[in-house]
Structures are given as C-alpha cells and as structure tokens.
C-alpha cells in the first residue's frame, strides 16, 4: 500500500492546482478563526451560508486558529485523503471479491482498484484544488466499507462527516444501502432484521449530528438550507445541456466505454456498486453538471467504479482459475490479468496525454466548455496577487464588487459584493431572481445582480465589470451599464512564482475595476 499511496501523491503533484472557489472557504475559515463568525463579511457583518462544506470549513478554522494557513492545510487534508481514499478502495475491493478463494483472482481486485484511481485525473485532479472534494469522497468511502466490514456505528458515524463535508454525499450513501437490501439473500435479510437494535442506534449517530447542524444553521442564519442552494438550485435549467455533456465527459474520462465487457460478470451481489454509482451521476446530471474539468461532482462514484472495476476483473481471474481445465486451460487467468494490465498501462499514457493538453491551456477552456486545471490555477494565482496589491493599497473599509468571490476578496480581507449571490444576503432571495440567458449561462453562474442592486449598495470598486489582461485597458474597453460615469482603477500586481509558467514565474499584468468618476478611492482620483 506504502508503494500506491507514493504514485497516487506523485501524480497529484503533476496536476498541483488551487482553485478560485476554495478561497471562499477560506475566507469563512480565516474569519472564524479570528473573528469568531462563520461569515464572509465580518465588518459590517453579514451572515450568508456561501458554502456548502461545513465540516471542511471547521477543520480549516481550526488550522487558522492554530497558525496554519488554509490554503496551507487545505493542500496537505486533500492529498492525505485522496491517498486515504486509494487505500480505503483498495481494502473495499478486497473485501467484495467473495466466492471461492483463488489464488489469482484475489489480489487482482484491490490492485486493478489502485491503479486505476492512480491514473484516473478525475480522482487524483481533486486531492488538489483546495476544495473538500478528495475529504467528503474518502468519508464515504469510509463510511461505505465500514458498513460492509459490519460495523454500523462507525459507518454512521463517517457518513455524518461525509454529508457535513458534502450534502450530496447523502446520494452514493443511500444508494448503497438500497442496493445492500437489495442484494441480500433470505438469509442476510434475516440477520439484519435480528440487529435492527444496531441499526437503530447508527441511525441516531447519523442523523444527531445532522439535526443538531440543521438547527444551528436555523438560528445563526435564519435560514433551513445553506445560501447556495437557492443560487446553484438554477442550475436543473442546464440538465439537457451541461447536465448531459457532464456526464458524458465523466463517461469518457473514466474510459466507461471500455469496461463495459465486464458488464457479463455482473451479479446481484454487485448492487450496491451498480445503484451509487448510478445515482451519483444521476444527481449531477440533475443539478446541471458543472463548469470545472475532470468531474468533482463525480469523486465518489469514480472511486466506486475503480472498485466495481476491480472486483469484476478479479471474479472474472477466479472463474476462469477455477475452471481453467474443464474450458479454458490454464492460459486463461493469464491473459485475463495480462489484459488488465494492458488497460491499466493505457489509462496512464491518456492520463499522461491529458495533462499535456490542459497545461498547454492556460487561458480558456477544454473542449469549449470546462475550466481545466492550469486555467483554474492561474485565475486563482492572479486574484490572489491582485488582492495582496489591494490589502496594501487601500483602505480596510474599501467596498468592491466581484464575479468570482475567492482568492480576490481573501487576499484583500475587503467587504465584498458577490454579483453571483453566493455569499450575498439579498440576491437568492429575489421573488424574480435576475438569470442570465441558459445559452450563455455556466453552472452555478446563472443568477447575476441587477446594475441597480449594485448602485443601491454603493460600491467603491465594481471589480465584477472589470478587465484583466497583459496591459491596461481604454474607456472603450468599459462594459455596459458602467461605462458612462465610471473610470478604471487598476493595480498591478508583482510577478508571482509559478512552477508551470515559462521561466517559472507568471506576469499577472493588471487587474483593474470601475470607479465612481467623482469618487476617491485609495490612491485612484486624487
């Protein structure tokens, strides 16, 4: 295991990232640290649940409270359970490969696990990024194998975490345990009904923790579900475009297509796989799929896949050891273990192809349609190098707006406006909120303020009609309806070290926003 954990980390260190989105959470993090308020906007205060990660967020806090930047220990968390998550599959697969012992056919279900979420980006991608991607899918995982082992209360105890992590951690969670009930025998229905004491108490364990959240969230915030829910909810207007396309990019990234030879050695017994799995990908398709590349929404039924994956090639191995001189000799475990190889080397070398091509897309998007990685790092780098130049150049009361609430608004430590509404009190909660065409619009990024809700709030910077690029920009380069009355403030912003930049640092050029025409702002009109 010492050895798959070493080249599970290796290549998460060749897709290193951060993510624009996760400074969202630190931000939450940072401010419960040392302002005591789970918020966004501590002065004035605002209390929006912006996130959907409440647990990640705790556990961030804690490291602020302790010295250790987020970004910092968000790094270090999503690595250890992107390995942990390797291990926690390994053992799952292991554990499912039932029947007759086989020589053979038993360790090739836990190695095929590993080595396929070694090579899959849409595994590995998300130990990076800084979000709770790779903590919420290994608490499932946990959680999934914990019940397996039949151990309840832990398993109850781990999908608390997960759905704290994650809420949609509640969907592979759920669907297991239908397909568990339905893949029972007589017999296993029976045993179970005997320990419905045990299941009773795990019940409790999970849904406590659940309520007592709940609760909290009622009397802090007013209200029962988080902010993002009612921003991101837009987005089941997307299912037969983004939706539809998500999927089939998660289809294609996890070379589906390919195993569907194993689906022949399919059994009942293979249920709980089978049913999350397929609920997984059905609630992404439900919630419209999402912009970023290599399938967050899709971690935990990716590494559900590497399992079911495994323990078909490795039923597969034990039934044809098993019946290798009555029908197919003794060459066939061989070239059924040699295929799985040949399979696991060809995922690594797309894998190799595939990184190639988002490192040579620094700017824009993969296939027309998703943010890849080194796109997403190089947003990220240059908000948080334009927000350091704003902390030093204005005032802390300095009030701006932004289209991307992350590494800008946590660089800078300034009162921020979301003009996507994620961490705004008001827009979600619009009779008639304003969205923005679906031909145009991304996941998660369809709702967008009214030009007068944002003068009724008075800005000083609106940074979200802004304008980042190589040099600065001209009056012609203003977007409506900001153009008459307002002039650029821009701040330009040292180079920064990038590893994937030619030279090894990156030019984050300038990074401007409007300003009032008659207003002083900082340095910029007087």
């Not at 579900?225 to 037969?240: E, M, S």
Request: aromatic content about 10%; overall charge neutral.
């Amino acid at each position: 295991m010492g050895v798959v954990v070493f080249v599970a980390l290796v290549h998460a260190d060749a897709w290193s990232f951060i993510c624009d989105d996760a400074f969202i959470s630190f931000r939450y993090a940072e401010n419960l640290a040392h302002h005591g308020e789970l918020a966004f906007n501590v002065d004035p205060l605002e209390r929006v649940e912006g996130y959907t990660n409440f647990l990640w967020v705790v556990v961030l806090a804690i490291g602020a409270w302790l010295g250790l930047a987020p970004e910092v220990a968000a790094l270090v968390l999503g690595r250890a359970a992107m390995a942990a998550g390797v291990v926690l599959a390994m053992v799952l697969a292991g554990r499912l490969r039932r029947g007759e012992p086989a020589r053979i056919g038993d360790p090739v279900a836990p190695l095929v696990t590993a080595t396929l979420l070694c090579a899959s980006p849409e595994w590995i991608v998300w130990g990076n990024g800084g979000l709770e991607t790779a903590f919420a899918a290994a608490c499932v995982l946990a959680a999934i194998l914990a019940f397996t082992d039949d151990r309840p209360i832990l398993a109850a105890g781990m999908a608390a975490a997960a759905v704290l992590s994650r809420p949609d951690g509640a969907i592979p969670l759920g669907a297991w345990v239908i397909g568990w009930a339905f893949a029972l025998d007589g017999d296993g229905r029976r045993r179970a009904l005997v320990q419905w004491r045990r299941y009773a108490l795990a019940l409790a364990v999970l849904l406590v923790p659940l309520v007592v959240h709940l609760v909290w969230r009622r009397s802090y915030y007013g209200e029962w579900l988080p902010n993002t829910w009612a921003v991101k909810g837009h987005g089941a207007r997307l299912r037969d475009t983004w939706g539809v396309a998500y999927v089939r990019a998660w289809v294609s990234g996890t070379g589906l297509v390919a195993l569907a030879p194993l689906v022949l050695v399919l059994r009942r017994r293979h249920a709980p796989l089978v049913v999350a799995i397929a609920a997984t990908v059905a609630y992404g398709w439900w919630v419209g799929g999402d912009f970023m590349a290599y399938s967050r929404f899709y971690a935990a039924a990716t590494a559900l896949l590497a399992v079911l994956a495994g323990v078909l090639v490795g039923d597969a191995v034990a039934w044809l050891e098993h019946h290798r001189d009555a029908r197919v000799g003794t060459w066939g475990p061989r070239v059924a273990v040699a295929l799985a190889i040949a399979a696991v080397v060809a995922t690594y070398v797309r894998a190799h192809e595939r990184r190639a091509i988002d490192r040579a897309k620094p700017e824009g998007w993969l296939d027309g349609r998703w943010e890849g990685v080194t796109a997403m790092d190089r947003f990220a780098k240059v908000g948080l190098a334009a927000g350091a130049a704003m902390r030093e150049q204005l005032p802390a009361d300095t009030l701006i707006t932004v289209g991307a609430a992350g590494a800008v608004p946590y660089a800078s430590g300034l009162p921020t406006i979301d003009a996507f509404g994620l961490v705004d009190p008001v827009l979600a909660k619009l009779a008639d909120p304003p969205l923005v065409d679906d031909k145009r619009a991304r996941p998660g990024h369809q709702l967008v303020a009214p030009p007068d809700y944002i003068r009724s709030r008075d800005p000083d910077l609106l940074c979200h009609a802004g304008y980042r690029g190589a040099t600065h920009p001209s009056e012609r380069d203003a977007r409506a309806p900001f153009r008459t009355g307002y002039v650029w403030a821009c701040v330009e912003p040292e180079s920064i070290p990038d590893r994937w930049s030619e030279g090894g640092v990156l030019d984050p050029g300038v990074y401007c926003c409007r300003r009032p025409r008659d207003r002083v702002v900082g340095p910029f009109g007087r």
